[in-house]
C-alpha cells in the first residue's frame, strides 16, 4: 500500500485546534475496527467531543426584557477523559478462533500499547490496537449572543475552513435561543430556559451534532456572577471511512452511527466583569465532564 | 487511504494540544495463501514451498513506518476444493485424515497440524484450522516469520517448507482434491505519533 503521509494544518476561523504537522501512517489503528468493537473504540471520542460543544454555552442567566444586549467571545473548552473511558470490553473478530471476550482493551484515549490475546491450545493471537493515550480533549469556538427582544437572546456559534487538502471542509455551526423568567417571576435570582443547536461537519469523515436544553440561573454582586445551569444534552456522530485491506486490497466502506452517552448536565461556573470584558470559568458535571472557560467583551451583558 | 484522512482529523483534534510524541503500536495484516493439489490414489505425500521473498514482499506491502516488534499468526484456514484436478480422476475419498508439518530453519520439523480430518462430501469447504494446530509448530512458525520481518534470515534459506501427509478413507480411494492453506499474519509495528 502507498506509503501516506499527510501534513495537516487545521487553524479554523475562530476555533483554536493550534497549527501542528503530523506525518505519520497510522492507517492500520483502527483496521481491525469496522464494526461493534470500532463503535466502543471511537464511542469516547463522541462523549467528549458533545460534551465540549455543549460547553460554555452561557455565562449568566440576565436577559433585559427589552434592550441592547451583545457578547463576542471566544469560548475555549475541556473534556478530562476520565480512566473509565480509555478501556472497553472487546471481541475478537475475524479469523481468529474461538471468539474471546476482552476486557481492558484500549479506546481511542486508552494506552498505544495494543493487547494481545494468545489461545493456549493453539499459540494463534488476536491483537487489539491501542489507543493515542489522550488524558483530555480541547476545542475552541467563537461565541455571539445577542438580544434582547420580549427578554430573549440568541446565541451563535460558527468556524470552518475552506476544503483542506486530505480532509476536506471542516465546519461547526450553533444557534441558540434562549428566554428569561425571571422577567414573569419575582426571584432572587436571574433564571432562564434556553435551547442550542450545533452542527459539526468535517468532510465525509464526521458528521455530528448536539442539541442542549438547559435551565439557566445566575446571581452577580460587583464583578462577580455566580452561574448555573442543569441541562439534558441530545446529539449524535456519524463516523465514515473507506478501509482498503492493504494485502487484499479490497475495499470496505466503515460506518459508526454514535450516540453521546451523556443526558443530564450540572454546569457550575462564575464569571469576573471587568468592565465591558467578561472572564468566566465553569465546570460541567455529567457523564464525561468538561471545564470551560470565555474571555469576551459584552454590553449591557452583565 | 481514507481512513488514514479521518484517522488523522480525528488525531489532529485529540493530540495537538498534548504535543507529546507517543509510541503506537500499529498492527497491520497480510493473508499469505499456499495450494497444493492432491490428485493420488492412496495416502499422499505432498510439499508447499513459501518462498522467503514472497513474505518479505508482503511485509512491504503493508509499507507502514516503524520497527517490528512482533509477528503474530492470528488464523490459519484451510479452503478445499474436490475435484480440482481437470482431467484426472474423480475423487472417490469420503474423507482424509491429514498432517501439515512445518520444517524449521534448524532443520527440524514441527507439527503444524495433526490427525485433520477432512470430509470429502462438499465440492467446497472452509475449515477453521483452530482446533487442530499445535502450539509448538504455530511458535516456529512465528519465529520464521519474525526473521524475516527483522531480515535475520539465516543463510542459505530462501523458502519456508511445508509438508503435507494424508490417509484417504476408504484406503487407496483416489484423492482429487486442491487445499488451499490461508495465514493471516498479523504484523507489530512501533512508531512514533
Known amino acids: 500500500m502507498k506509503k501516506l503521509k499527510l501534513l495537516i494544518a487545521v487553524c479554523l476561523i475562530g476555533m483554536i485546534v493550534p497549527t501542528a504537522s503530523i506525518s505519520q501512517n497510522i492507517e492500520e489503528l483502527l483496521s481491525k475496527y469496522t464494526s461493534e468493537n470500532g463503535e466502543k473504540y471511537m464511542q469516547p471520542f463522541a462523549d467528549a467531543f458533545s460534551a465540549n460543544l455543549n460547553s460554555g454555552l452561557f ?35 475475524g479469523d481468529f478462533f474461538p471468539k474471546t471476550t476482552v476486557p481492558g482493551v484500549p479506546t481511542v484515549f486508552g494506552s498505544t500499547n495494543g493487547k494481545k490475546v494468545e489461545d493456549e491450545q493453539s499459540g494463534l493471537v488476536y491483537a487489539f490496537p491501542g489507543g493515542l493515550d489522550i488524558g483530555y480533549l480541547p476545542m475552541a469556538t467563537p461565541q455571539l449572543t445577542i438580544g434582547s427582544v420580549y427578554g430573549t437572546n440568541l446565541t451563535f456559534r460558527y468556524a470552518g475552513t475552506n476544503k483542506l487538502e486530505d480532509v476536506g471542509k471542516i465546519s461547526l455551526f450553533g444557534w441558540g435561543i434562549r428566554h428569561s423568567i425571571d422577567q414573569y417571576l419575582p426571584l432572587p435570582v436571574n433564571l432562564a430556559i434556553g435551547y442550542y443547536n450545533q452542527n459539526f461537519k468535517v468532510g465525509q469523515y464526521i458528521d455530528a451534532s448536539s442539541s442542549l436544553i438547559s435551565l439557566q440561573t445566575s446571581y452577580s454582586i460587583p464583578i462577580v456572577t ?52 467578561n472572564l468566566h470559568a465553569e465546570y460541567n458535571i455529567a457523564k464525561q465532564s468538561a471545564i470551560s472557560a470565555g474571555l469576551g467583551i459584552g454590553f449591557g451583558d452583565k | 487511504m481514507n481512513k488514514v484522512k479521518f484517522l488523522l482529523f480525528v488525531t489532529s483534534i485529540a493530540v495537538l494540544m498534548s504535543c507529546d510524541i507517543k509510541d503506537v503500536k500499529l498492527y497491520p495484516s497480510f493473508t499469505h495463501n499456499a495450494e497444493v493439489i492432491v490428485n493420488h490414489e ?13 513474505i518479505k514482499d508482503a511485509m512491504a506491502g503493508l509499507d507502514t513506518e516503524g520497527g517490528i516488534t512482533d509477528v503474530m499468526i492470528e488464523g490459519i484456514i484451510l479452503d478445499v476444493t474436490k475435484n480440482a484436478a481437470i482431467g484426472s480422476p474423480d475423487n472417490s475419498a469420503s474423507s482424509i485424515t491429514s498432517n501439515i508439518v512445518l520444517t524449521g530453519w534448524d532443520g527440524v520439523e514441527y507439527i503444524l497440524i495433526e490427525n485433520l480430518s477432512i470430509n470429502l462430501d462438499q465440492d467446497t469447504q472452509e475449515i477453521n484450522l483452530q482446533s487442530s494446530l499445535r502450539k509448538a509448530g504455530i ?23 511445508i509438508r503435507l501427509t494424508g490417509t484417504p478413507t476408504p484406503a487407496n480411494a483416489y484423492i482429487n482434491a486442491k487445499l488451499e492453506i490461508r495465514i493471516k499474519v498479523v504484523v507489530e509495528y512501533s512508531t512514533e505519533l
Open chain 1, 59 to 93: 455565562h449568566n442567566a440576565k436577559l433585559k426584557k427589552m434592550g441592547f444586549q451583545i457578547y463576542l467571545g471566544l469560548e475555549t473548552q475541556l473534556a478530562v477523559i476520565p480512566s473509565k473511558q480509555k478501556t472497553m470490553t472487546a471481541t475478537t473478530e
Open chain 2, 139 to 161: 511458535k516456529q512458525f512465528r519465529d520464521i516469520l519474525f526473521a524475516i520481518a527483522q531480515n535475520s534470515i539465516p543463510s542459505g534459506k530462501e523458502k519456508v517448507g
Open chain 1, 226 to 277: 455566580f452561574y448555573g445551569g442543569l441541562g439534558y444534552e441530545m446529539g449524535k456522530m456519524n463516523l465514515k471511512y473507506e478501509y482498503e485491506d492493504p494485502s487484499s486490497h479490497e475495499k470496505t466502506n466503515v460506518n459508526f452511527d454514535l450516540t453521546p452517552s451523556n443526558s443530564l448536565k450540572l454546569t457550575l461556573g462564575f464569571g469576573l466583569n471587568l468592565g465591558p470584558v
Open chain 2, 42 to 54: 492412496g495416502n499422499y505425500i505432498e510439499f508447499i514451498d513459501i518462498q522467503v521473498s514472497e
